[in-house]
C-alpha cells in the first residue's frame, strides 16, 4: 500500500513569491494534517483537514492556507514567502490513531 | 494553548544502557502517541497510548501514560546504535477535534 507522497521533495523560492506544496495521503485517509518543521521550533502545527473541511488551525499568519480536494489528497499554499518560512514542511494522513507521514517537503527561502 | 514538553532535549549513552524521555502536558490528554524520527527522515509513528496509567511494550521499548493522562514517558532497555533519533511524543487534546501537538522532542545518541 502507497504512503503518503508529498510533492516537491525540494524547493526553493524568492522572497515575496508564493508556493503551493501537495500531499497524497494513503488511500482511505481522510484526515490530513501539515506540520511546519523547523531547528529551533520543532514540529508546529499548520492545519488539518478532514473531508474537504478544515478541521483545526495552528498559530500561523494568514499567508499559510490549504485545502483538500474530494479525493482527499491536499495541497497547501504560502504566499508573499520571507526567510523566515525556509523549513521542512510534513504532511500526514491519519484513519484513526496513529499519524503517517510523507517524506516532506524542504522549502529555502532566499 | 496546549503546550507539550519533553525532558532532556539531548541524551547521549553508551550502547546497552537505558534511556527515558518525559513528556508533559500543561492539558489532559485524550490519548498520547509517540513518534521517532531518525536523521534526514520523517516522523515514524510507534504507539499510541489511551487510558489513564496505561503500560504498553514493544520489545526494548516500554511507553506509560500518567494517571492524570498529562505525562508519558519512553523507556528504552539496553539501547541499540539503531536507537538513534529524535523521540517526540504528541497529545491528542480532549473534544472533538483531532489537533496533534507535538512535543519538543529528545534526541537520543547512541556511542558503540
Known amino acids: 500500500k502507497a504512503g503518503v507522497t508529498q510533492t516537491p521533495r525540494y524547493l526553493i523560492k524568492t522572497r515575496g513569491q508564493q508556493v503551493t506544496l501537495s500531499c497524497s495521503p494513503i488511500s482511505g485517509h481522510r484526515s490530513v494534517s501539515w506540520y511546519q518543521q523547523t531547528p529551533g521550533q520543532g514540529l508546529q502545527f499548520l492545519f488539518e483537514y478532514f473531508s474537504e473541511t478544515q478541521r483545526n488551525k495552528g498559530n500561523f499568519p494568514g499567508r499559510f492556507s490549504g485545502r483538500q480536494f474530494s479525493n482527499s489528497r491536499s495541497e497547501m499554499n504560502v504566499s508573499t514567502l520571507e526567510l523566515g518560512d525556509s523549513a521542512l514542511y510534513l504532511c500526514?494522513?491519519?484513519?484513526?490513531?496513529?499519524?503517517?507521514f510523507g517524506s516532506g517537503t524542504r522549502l529555502t527561502v532566499v | 494553548g496546549q503546550q507539550v514538553m519533553q525532558i532532556p532535549q539531548y541524551q547521549h549513552v553508551q550502547e546497552g544502557e537505558d534511556f527515558t524521555t518525559y513528556c508533559n502536558s500543561s492539558t489532559t490528554l485524550s490519548n498520547i502517541q509517540w513518534y521517532k524520527q531518525r536523521p534526514g527522515g520523517h516522523p515514524v509513528f510507534l504507539i499510541q497510548l489511551v487510558k489513564s496509567g496505561e503500560v504498553k511494550k514493544q520489545k526494548r521499548l516500554t511507553f506509560q501514560f500518567g494517571e492524570a493522562k498529562k505525562n508519558s514517558s519512553l523507556h528504552i532497555t539496553a539501547t541499540q546504535t539503531t536507537d538513534v533519533g529524535t523521540y517526540f511524543c504528541a497529545g491528542v487534546g480532549g473534544g472533538a477535534t483531532n489537533k496533534l501537538i507535538f512535543g519538543t522532542g529528545t534526541l537520543l545518541a547512541v556511542q558503540p
Open positions: 500526514a494522513s491519519s484513519l484513526a490513531g496513529g499519524y503517517t
